[in-house]
């Protein structure tokens, strides 16, 4: 069992920054693949970025690559996720997941991740 809680949301003006952090327990978090998933009223949840277990390559969707940063500090049991030159698209809900699945068996979809946060909302103003 991973049990999973989001910090860092907030309100920010366009071009500014946050930096979401995502707190697990359980002993075996280090085997355990964390993506970052958000949703915006309205619309589906939307894969934002993932950080793999097994060798640490990270994933990104398009909307997201070259502004924000997903990574890990195992030691800590959290996940980050730091998010630059923000603009009001980013405004959502963020959650973050976790499946022990890795490498060829990752996919950007919520389907293969068992346990997820509460969320923490974003909103950017213009």
């Known amino acids: 069992q991973v049990q999973l809680v989001e910090s860092g949301g907030g309100l920010v003006q366009a071009g500014g920054s946050l930096r979401l952090s995502c707190a697990a327990s359980?002993?075996?978090?280090?085997?355990?693949?964390v993506a970052w998933f958000r949703q915006a009223p309205g619309k589906e949840r939307e894969f934002v970025a993932h950080?793999?277990?097994?060798?640490?390559?990270?994933y990104y969707a398009d909307s997201v690559k070259g502004r924000f940063t997903i990574s890990r500090n195992n030691a800590k049991n959290t996940v980050y996720l730091q998010m630059n030159s923000l603009n009001s698209e980013d405004t959502a809900v963020y959650y973050c997941?976790?499946?022990?699945?890795?490498?060829?068996?990752?996919?950007?979809?919520?389907?293969?991740?068992?346990?997820w946060g509460q969320g923490t909302q974003v909103t950017v103003s213009s």
């Open positions: 997941a976790a499946t022990p699945y890795g490498r060829d068996r990752l996919v950007p979809t919520t389907t293969i991740y068992d346990y």
């Open positions: 359980g002993r075996t978090f280090n085997r355990y693949t």
């Open positions: 950080i793999d277990w097994s060798d640490g390559s990270t």
